[in-house]
């Protein structure tokens, strides 16, 4: 399993405590798809930030890639994402000082890898950002921010891509291109893919459909 949690409970809120994630146990193969589907507000992005590290759960265990994050500190957590771990957020945290192909540059570049200039600008093509990679993300448009996220995302090669919603911002044609660069990139690495989504079409397209009900998964 490269993902394996158990009784996974995320509590936010200091002066009414709200159960945010209430209980969830989810194993995920290598290899393997997941569409992460549930209403507005049903914790969907909660269990990605827990699940790729970013936030800590409050009790439970989240097993990925046979490292425990309950417990390791952040530090340890950005070590153990660099390269491997391809997260593309709903707000796509691009660096605004950087240019498109700066932004995918950045984890290539974290992680050691060579030529990570030209990698970005390949990868930027791919996303049919080829004609934009010396733009700055204020110059872009929120679906081509999107695939630049996408694009630093998949650069490295990752093992395991979580994606919140990537293709929330773009048209049909531009989505369909962009879901099957994600999937022809997840057979090609044999990576796992969890991916919250409100569209029926890419849902199909993974392995498995979870659907999350008030923090806990139906
Ligand atoms: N920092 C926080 N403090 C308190 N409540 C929070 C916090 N962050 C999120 N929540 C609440 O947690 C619940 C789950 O939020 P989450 O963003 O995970 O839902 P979601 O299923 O991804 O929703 P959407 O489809 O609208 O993006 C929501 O009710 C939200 O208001």
Do not use: W
Request: glycine share 10%; net charge negative.
């Amino acid at each position: 399993m490269v993902i394996s949690a158990r009784d996974v409970r995320l509590t936010l809120g200091a002066a009414e405590p709200i159960g945010i994630l209430r209980g969830i146990d989810l194993d995920v193969a290598r290899g393997e798809s997941v569409a992460l589907l549930g209403a507005s507000g049903s914790g969907k992005s909660s269990l990605l930030a827990v699940l790729s590290g970013l936030e800590r759960a409050t009790s439970g265990s989240v097993q990925v890639a046979g490292l425990d994050f309950t417990t390791l500190d952040e530090d340890a957590l950005a070590i153990a994402r660099r390269g491997r771990i391809g997260i593309v957020l709903q707000a796509f945290h691009l660096f605004p000082t950087m240019t498109a192909r700066e932004n995918v540059a950045v984890p290539l570049e974290l992680a050691g890898i060579a030529h990570a200039s030209a990698l970005a600008e390949d990868e930027l093509i791919a996303v049919g950002l080829g004609h934009r990679t010396n733009h700055y993300p204020a110059q872009l448009s929120g679906g081509e921010q999107q695939r630049v996220a996408i694009a630093r995302a998949l650069a490295p090669r990752p093992s395991l891509v979580f994606a919140d919603e990537p293709t929330g911002n773009l048209d049909a044609v531009t989505g369909a291109r962009i879901v099957d660069l994600l999937f022809e990139r997840q057979r090609a690495a044999d990576a796992s893919l969890v991916i919250i989504t409100h569209d029926p079409a890419l849902a199909r397209r993974c392995d498995r459909t979870l659907e999350l009900v008030d923090g806990r998964l139906a």
